[in-house]
């Protein structure tokens, strides 16, 4: 199973300011999703990356694939509390394409 | 919204007896999946179905077994539950047919004494 590591594991900022997250791993994926999950719900699919140096953007939310497809980041732009969250990235396993899923980053965004 | 809906959404019980949870889509996707959510883990795949009575294991499958007998539903069972399967398990299917989730419903709860 590959890896995918989470940074930071948790961040608390205040609302209008900038952040980014990470998603990290040694393994070539052929693909990244980041999903957001707020307290007593299921995850979120915000996005899904496929290329390589690929970025996408979710209103505030810019997404970017890393050049090796071994990484991606999510940056948010002017922080809003509703921005508040779990962001979890996954990635589909070579052989059997089942997602292995990250730690994720627990986002708090003070109002 | 997708129509998942998981049942119970909270459940509490003692070691040793048997749990089934249900997952319900109102759309006729193939790919069904079950997740577990633990601190420190993330979520990790218990089993998955990809049709009627077409079933595999996950990375966690030790403990669980599956049944689908109509497309609609997909149950999971622990047939003699053990403390270190307290948990909050979440279905999700692939709308896209990639073998992939895209959609997750809300979670079970699920506390074993």
């Known amino acids: 199973t590959q890896l995918l590591e989470q940074s930071p594991q948790f961040l608390s900022i205040q609302e209008g300011e900038n952040l980014t997250v990470y998603c990290n791993s040694s393994?070539?994926?052929?693909?990244l999703q980041w999903y957001r999950q707020e307290p007593g719900e299921g995850p979120v699919l915000l996005v899904t990356?496929?290329?390589?140096?690929e970025v996408k953007k979710l209103k505030r939310l810019t997404f970017q694939f890393g050049d090796a497809r071994k990484d991606s980041s999510l940056h948010i732009t002017a922080a809003q509390p509703g921005d508040t969250g779990l962001y979890l990235c996954?990635?589909?396993?070579?052989?059997?394409?089942?997602?292995?899923f990250g730690t994720g980053t627990r986002l708090t965004i003070i109002p | 919204d997708a129509g998942i809906t998981q049942s119970p959404r909270h459940k509490v019980t003692e070691t040793g007896t048997p749990v089934t949870l249900r997952c319900h889509q109102t759309e006729n996707h193939r790919y069904m999946y079950w997740y577990r959510q633990d601190p420190g883990h993330g979520l990790r795949l218990i089993h998955y179905s990809y049709g009627v009575k077409d079933t595999d294991k996950g990375e966690v499958s030790d403990g669980y077994s599956v049944s689908r007998s109509k497309t609609e539903d997909f149950l999971l069972t622990l047939e003699s539950a053990t403390s270190s399967q307290t948990s909050v398990y979440f279905c999700a299917i692939s709308v896209t047919g990639t073998g992939q989730p895209q959609h997750f419903g809300d979670g079970t709860r699920l506390s074993i004494l």
């Open positions: 996954a990635g589909p396993n070579f052989g059997n394409e089942k997602l292995t």
């Open positions: 990356v496929v290329t390589g140096g």
């Open positions: 393994s070539v994926f052929s693909s």
